[in-house]
Each structure stands twice: as C-alpha cells, then as structure tokens.
C-alpha cells in the first residue's frame, strides 16, 4: 500500500463545475497535508495546506481533512481551463519528510 | 526575485560518467531537498538538509551525494550514473513557519526548481 495514494484520473469536469480531487494517507502520524499543482513539465506550485480537521478555504479552493478517516480532499469551484493540471497530495510525516501521491490529472473542458 | 535554480535545465549523458546537478536558492532557507519524479510513482525524496553541513537520506538515496558548503546551495551528484536514474529532478527550499497543533516547528511553503531532465544513456 502507498503512503499517500490517489487516484490518477484523469477526473474530467466542464468548466464552471466543482471538480472534487480526493486523497488517502496510511501513516496515522501524519500531521500536515498539502495541495499542489503541477503543470505538464513545470515544478508544483502549493495551493494549500491543511492540518486540522475540517474545511479550509481559499477563493475557489477548499480542503478538507478527515483524521479518523485518514481523508483529505481539494474543491475547486467554478473550474477553469486554466485549473487543468496534475494535482499533487502530500502528507508530512515528520519536519523532514513529505510524502507525495502520484497526483491526478484534472481536465477541465470549455 | 525568490526563486530556486537548478542547472542543467536538460542533461543527457552516459553510463558512469559522474556529473552534478547545482541546486540554488535566494532566500536565505535553511532546509533544502531532492526530489525524483518519475511516472507512477510520483515525487520521491533523495535527500535532504536541515542546515548548512547538515545532510540526511531520503527515501530513495542510493546513488546520489549532496552536500551543503553554503547555506544557499545544495548540488546533487551522481557519481557512477546508470540507465535507472533517468528521471525528472526537482530542488526545492523551506524556511521555518512556527509552531501548528500538535508539532514542533512547521515548514513554511516549500518552494521548487524548475526541474532538470536527466538522461542516462
């Protein structure tokens, strides 16, 4: 089982719809979690953090943290062509170590 | 500007021949990584460094060095490159954000390279 696993997609939505990338971490120690976005042959770029149970939001974006169910998902809202890309979860296990999913691939149609 | 700047951007070579990727950052972060991507098994870490002199295996260590002289460089080498090391490299930077629930000190954004593209023949 990998440590942090996602489904590759690609998840396909039109645009104007919320797209819903969702994540599952193994390692219960795992403290932090983030969102990247990783263009086709660029670097990620982090879109947002979470670390306490809940939702957290910003503009379009909002993650969401389930401990107990080891869950973290990213909402996108009125999604754009321009919002197509790899989306990367991470989990940090310690200072030291972030952990990656193999990201999902999100197209979204005009 | 902040950034992180990896060179070579592209790098082609052959079996054996050691080669070293620079890795450099501007603002003034004390933890650095090395990332792997390869397809399928996504973002993997070589290794890190806490600080300067300060350096420790990832995930994936086997075959690489670094080291850390300087605060603001971390090159990666690779001293007997082989075929399984092709794969897109990624340095990225963190400085220390302060304290989250539950944990000690938290790393701020982690900022990333450009990426360099190794082939090994």
């Known amino acids: 089982q990998k440590e942090v696993e996602q489904n590759s997609g690609p998840l396909s939505v039109p645009e104007g719809a919320i797209a819903s990338l969702n994540c599952t971490y193994s390692?219960?120690?795992?403290?932090?979690f983030f969102w990247y976005r990783q263009y086709s042959g660029k670097s990620p770029e982090l879109i947002m953090f979470?670390?306490?149970?809940g939702d957290k939001e910003d503009g379009r974006f909002t993650a969401q943290l389930n401990k107990a169910s080891q869950y973290v998902s990213l909402l996108i809202r009125d999604s754009q062509p321009s919002d197509s890309a790899t989306y990367l979860c991470?989990?940090?296990?310690?200072?030291?170590?972030?952990?990656f999913g193999t990201g999902t691939r999100l197209l979204v149609s005009p | 500007e902040a950034q992180v700047t990896q060179n070579p951007r592209y790098l082609i070579t052959v079996t054996g021949k050691k080669l070293t990727v620079t890795c450099s950052q501007n603002?003034?972060?004390?933890?650095m990584s090395w990332y792997r991507q390869d397809p399928g098994l996504g973002l993997r870490q070589i290794y890190y460094?806490?600080?300067?002199?300060?350096?420790d295996k990832g995930d994936v260590p086997e075959g690489y060095k670094v080291s850390r002289k300087e605060k603001r460089n971390f090159p990666l080498i690779l001293e007997s490159p082989s075929p399984n090391q092709t794969s897109l490299y990624f340095c990225?930077?963190?400085?220390?954000?302060?304290?989250?629930?539950?944990?000690?000190?938290?790393?701020?954004?982690?900022?990333f390279g450009p990426g360099t593209r190794l082939t090994v023949l």
């Open positions: 603002m003034n972060h004390e933890y």
């Open positions: 990225a930077s963190t400085n220390y954000q302060g304290m989250v629930p539950g944990e000690e000190l938290a790393p701020g954004e982690q900022f």
């Open positions: 460094s806490m600080n300067v002199e300060v350096t």
């Open positions: 979470i670390y306490s149970n």
């Open positions: 390692d219960r120690g795992s403290q932090s």
């Open positions: 991470a989990a940090r296990r310690s200072f030291q170590k972030l952990v």
